[in-house]
C-alpha cells in the first residue's frame, strides 16, 4: 500500500511564492497520475495540476501560468511551484495518485476503481493581502 507524504505549505503574503512536495512511501503504481488539489472549507475540492508517469501535466485555468507541477522521476516525489500567490490560492493542499485513466482541468481523472486512489493528509496554504 502507497502512502503520501506532503509538506512545504505554510503562510506568505500575496505575490510569494511557496513549494509543495508530495513523497510517496510503498509502493506506487506503474503507470499513475499524481495531482493537486485543494479545498476551502465549505467549498468542493477542486483539481490545482495534475501530472503522470511519463511526465505530461494539465493545470486548472485558474493556476497557469503561476503554478508548475513537476516530479522527481528517481523517487516519484511530486512538487507544486507556487508563484505570484494570490489570496484566493488560499486553502488546504491535498496530493492524490492512482492508476491512469486520464488528465483534465488540472485534476487526475477517477478510474472505476476508486478505493485505488490514495490521498495524503494535507498541508495548509495561506496567502494574506
Known sequence: QVLLVE???GSVQAGGSL???CTPVGYTY???CMGWFRQV???EREGVAAIDSDGSTDYADSVKGRFTISKDNGRTIMYLQMNNLKPEDTAMYYCSTTPWHGMRGGSCRSGPDRSLE???QGTLVNVSS
Do not use: A, E, H, I
Open 7 to 9: 509538506s512545504g505549505g
Open 19 to 21: 513549494r509543495l512536495s
Open 30 to 32: 506503474k503507470t499513475y
Open 41 to 43: 472549507k465549505g467549498k
Open 118 to 120: 490514495v490521498w495524503g
